[in-house]
């Protein structure tokens, strides 16, 4: 075991293993941000949006789409993640106008 000094001077015993920790691995639906593009037709399918959703699933779709491609959150260009991000809220946005028009 190692001893290591933590920030107010007090010595730390921390096990260090000789291999480094594991990545996690991505997951299967989430698509990765590097490769993402911004095309509409693409996003579109991403949100997988029906005609029967309501008001409270779009928002929970827009969500969803959001904690995978925020630019604040996401490890990809800010840039590309705010493209994404303004064209994925225009169309949850329409559909949820064309909802609460009926």
């Known amino acids: 075991m190692e001893t290591e000094t933590n920030l107010?001077?007090?010595?730390?015993?921390?096990?260090?293993?000789?291999?480094?920790?594991a990545e996690p691995e991505p997951?299967?639906?989430?698509?990765?941000?590097?490769?993402?593009?911004?095309?509409?037709?693409?996003?579109?399918a991403e949100l997988a949006l029906t005609d029967d959703l309501t008001v409270t699933e779009l928002k929970a779709i827009r969500r969803a789409f959001a904690r995978k491609n925020h630019p604040d959150t996401s490890q990809g260009d800010p840039a590309l993640c705010e493209?994404?991000?303004?064209?994925?809220?225009?169309?949850?946005?329409?559909?949820?106008?064309?909802?609460s028009q009926t």
């Open 83 to 99: 493209s994404r991000m303004k064209i994925a809220n225009m169309i949850i946005d329409e559909q949820i106008r064309l909802r």
């Open 8 to 21: 107010w001077g007090q010595k730390d015993n921390r096990y260090k293993p000789d291999e480094p920790a």
């Open 27 to 44: 997951s299967l639906d989430a698509p990765d941000i590097a490769e993402a593009v911004v095309d509409e037709d693409q996003i579109i």
